[in-house]
C-alpha cells in the first residue's frame, strides 16, 4: 500500500502556495517499487542513511543550505550559550540564535520533513522485511538498523517540538509513524509516549543487531547508546548506567588520549572513541553549504560568522594552558597577532566539524560517542546521591584531556556535584547538540549574557567588550520559556488537521 505522507500538498491558501506546492511526498519508496531482495533492502537502508547527509528537493526547489545534519547542528546549537551570533542576517538559521521561531522558518521545515523521510524509508524496509518468513542474521541486522533510525529520527524530533520529558511527560509529543499504513491526518502523541516509542524501537534495535558494519553504520552499542541518552533525557537513572555499561563494558571503544583528541573529529571513522557517526567523502564536501562553514574558516573557505561565546570559554578558562579540548577553539588573527572581530564580536572559530582528509570543510560528524556514556553515567549517578561514582566518571574524561593534575577529590566550594557534571558534560561535547537540551531538561535557565546578535536590536556601536550587556530581551531564557521549542512546521499543520500547534 502507497503510503500518503502529510507533506503531500492538498488545498493551501493562495499566500503559500508557490512555496509549498512542490514538496514532494515522502514516501519514494514503497514496498510494490522496493524488490524483494536482500541487495535491494541493502540499497534502501543505504538511501536511509544517505538522508542524513544529502541535499533534497523540497518546497520547489533545491536549498545547498538544507541538509539534516547541517540543521540538527546548527537547530541546536545556535540555540544554546556556546555559539555567538556575529551577524543579523535573514538567513532561517537567525531564528535559532534570536529564538523569534516562525513556522515557516525554511531549516526547521525541511528538519521536520527529512526527519519522517528517515522514518518512512525504515518503516518501508521494515515492511518488506516483514515478508520474509525466516530472516537470516544479515536480515535481522538491517532490520535492527531500521529501528535504529526510526528511533534516533524520532528523538531527533522530540528535542526540538515537544517539551523534556522531565518538564511535562503528558505534554504534546511529535507525531508517531510506526507503519507506511499510518493515516496521513494523525494527532500528536504525548511526549511520555513518544519516549516509549523511541526506547522500544531502540530496544529491538539492540535485540537484532548483531554484526559490526562499521561505526558508520548501526549497531548493537549504538542502540545502547541511544537508550542510555533517552533514560537520561526522562531521569532514569537506573536504566542510564545501565545503558552506559553496555557501552563501556563492551570493550569495543576506548577514550582517546589526550594527544588523540585533537584529531578525532577529522579522523572519526577510525576513531576508537567513536561509536556511531555518519561518513562523509570528498564528493560530500559542501564547502560553504558544509556544517562546518558558518562556524569556521581558514581565510579563504567557511563563512566563519558564528563563534564560540565567551560563556564557554571562561567556562574553560581555568585549564587554557593544559586542557586539549581548546584544539578545537581557534582564535582568527589579524596580522598583527590579535584575535579578529567581525561586527565587534570576536572571532574564535570551532573547529569539530573541519579536517577530514585536511579540508576545512568536511567531517564526518559523530552522534554517538563513548565520552558521552561516561557522562551520561555521571548524571545519573549525580541524581541518584553517588557522588564518589559521579566525580570518578568526571575524572576519567578528564585524565584523557590533559588534566590528570586537576583531578576532583572533592566538590568545589559552592557547588553541587550535577554542577560538576554538567560542567565537565558543557566542555567535553559543546557545539554537539547537546548544550541547550541539556539546560532546559533540567530545568535550569541558560544565560545569554553576552555580546552577540542574539540580542535584539544589537548595533556594533552598541558593543562594549570590557563589560557585559544590560537591558537586553534574550539573556535570560527560563526553562518554561515557550521559545525554547520549536512551531511545528506550516506543512504539518495545513495538511494535517489533527495536528495541534505549540504554543
Known amino acids: 500500500m502507497r503510503t500518503r505522507f502529510f507533506f503531500i500538498i492538498l488545498t493551501l491558501p493562495v499566500f503559500l502556495a508557490s512555496c509549498l506546492k512542490d514538496v514532494s511526498p515522502s514516501d519514494a519508496l514503497t514496498t510494490e517499487n522496493l524488490t524483494s531482495t536482500v541487495t535491494g533492502m541493502k540499497n534502501a537502508l543505504n538511501g536511509a542513511y544517505a538522508l542524513f547527509k544529502d541535499h533534497m528537493d523540497f518546497a520547489g526547489g533545491r536549498d545547498d543550505n538544507n541538509m539534516y545534519l547541517r540543521q540538527y547542528f546548527q537547530m541546536n546549537d545556535f540555540a544554546s550559550d556556546d555559539i555567538v551570533c556575529g551577524q543579523t542576517t535573514t538567513d532561517a538559521f537567525y531564528y535559532s540564535f534570536s529564538l523569534a521561531h516562525t513556522p515557516t522558518q525554511t531549516n526547521s521545515r525541511f528538519f521536520w520533513y527529512v526527519s519522517y523521510k528517515i522514518i518512512s524509508d525504515a518503516n518501508t524496509v521494515l515492511a518488506a522485511a516483514a515478508t520474509i518468513a525466516n530472516p537470516s542474521d544479515e536480515v535481522k541486522q538491517m532490520i535492527g538498523e531500521c529501528y535504529f533510525l526510526r528511533a534516533w529520527a524520532t528523538l531527533g524530533l522530540a528535542r526540538f517540538y515537544a517539551k523534556p520529558y522531565t518538564q511535562d511527560p503528558s505534554a504534546p509529543g511529535v507525531i508517531l509513524r510506526t507503519s507506511t499504513t499510518d493515516p496521513s491526518s494523525k494527532a500528536r502523541s504525548t511526549v511520555a509516549e513518544t519516549y516509549a516509542q523511541i526506547i522500544s524501537d531502540a530496544e529491538m534495535a539492540a535485540s537484532l543487531m548483531n554484526t559490526s558494519r562499521g561505526v558508520q553504520y548501526a549497531s548493537k552499542e549504538a542502540a545502547y547508546a541511544l537508550l542510555s541518552r533517552a533514560f537520561l533525557y526522562e531521569d532514569n537513572t537506573d536504566s542510564t548506567i545501565y545503558y552506559s555499561n553496555q557501552v563501556i563494558n563492551s570493550g569495543r571503544f576506548n577514550l582517546e588520549t589526550a594527544a588523540g583528541f585533537p584529531s578525532m573529529f577529522a579522523n572519526a571513522t577510525s576513531s576508537a572513541e567513536t561509536i556511531f557517526c555518519i561518513a562523509f567523502t570528498t564528493v560530500d564536501d559542501y564547502k560553504k553549504a558544509s556544517i562546518a562553514s558558518m562556524i569556521?574558516?581558514?581565510?579563504?573557505?567557511?563563512?566563519?560568522?558564528?563563534?564560540?561565546?565567551?560563556?564557554?570559554?571562561?567556562?574553560?578558562?581555568?585549564?587554557?594552558?593544559?586542557?586539549?579540548?581548546?584544539?578545537?577553539?581557534?582564535?582568527?588573527?589579524?596580522?598583527?597577532?590579535?584575535?579578529?572581530?567581525?561586527?565587534?564580536?570576536?572571532?574564535?572559530?570551532?573547529?569539530?566539524?573541519?579536517?577530514?582528509?585536511?579540508?576545512?570543510?568536511?567531517?564526518?560528524?559523530?552522534?554517538?560517542?563513548?565520552?558521552?556514556?561516561?557522562?551520561?553515567?555521571?548524571?545519573?549517578?549525580?541524581?541518584?546521591?553517588?557522588?564518589?561514582?559521579?566525580?570518578?566518571?568526571?575524572?576519567?574524561?578528564?585524565?584523557h584531556r590533559g588534566?590528570?593534575?586537576?583531578?576532583?577529590?572533592?566538590?568545589p566550594a559552592g557547588k553541587t556535584i550535577l554542577d560538576v557534571v554538567l560542567k565537565e558534560r558543557r566542555i567535553e561535547l559543546a557545539f554537539e547538540g547537546h548544550r541547550a537540551f541539556d539546560v532546559y531538561r533540567n530545568k535550569l535557565a541558560l544565560n545569554r549574557t553576552y555580546w552577540g546578535y542574539h540580542l535584539p536590536g544589537l548595533k556594533e556601536s552598541d558593543i562594549n567588550l570590557s563589560v557585559l550587556p544590560t537591558n537586553y530581551d534574550n539573556m535570560i531564557i527560563n526553562w518554561d520559556n515557550t521559545k525554547t521549542i520549536y512551531y511545528i512546521p506550516i506543512d504539518e499543520m495545513q495538511t494535517n488537521t489533527l495536528c495541534t500547534q505549540n504554543p
Open 403 to 411: 588534566l590528570e593534575d586537576a583531578q576532583y577529590t572533592a566538590l
Open 296 to 399: 569556521y574558516t581558514d581565510g579563504t573557505s567557511g563563512w566563519g560568522e558564528e563563534f564560540a561565546t565567551t560563556s564557554l570559554r571562561d567556562t574553560m578558562s581555568e585549564y587554557a594552558d593544559k586542557d586539549v579540548r581548546w584544539s578545537y577553539i581557534v582564535p582568527f588573527k589579524d596580522a598583527d597577532g590579535n584575535v579578529s572581530k567581525k561586527n565587534g564580536i570576536e572571532m574564535y572559530m570551532i573547529s569539530k566539524f573541519s579536517g577530514q582528509g585536511g579540508s576545512p570543510t568536511l567531517s564526518s560528524p559523530i552522534l554517538f560517542r563513548l565520552a558521552e556514556m561516561y557522562l551520561n553515567r555521571a548524571e545519573a549517578e549525580a541524581k541518584a546521591g553517588n557522588v564518589s561514582a559521579a566525580l570518578a566518571d568526571v575524572n576519567i574524561i578528564r585524565q
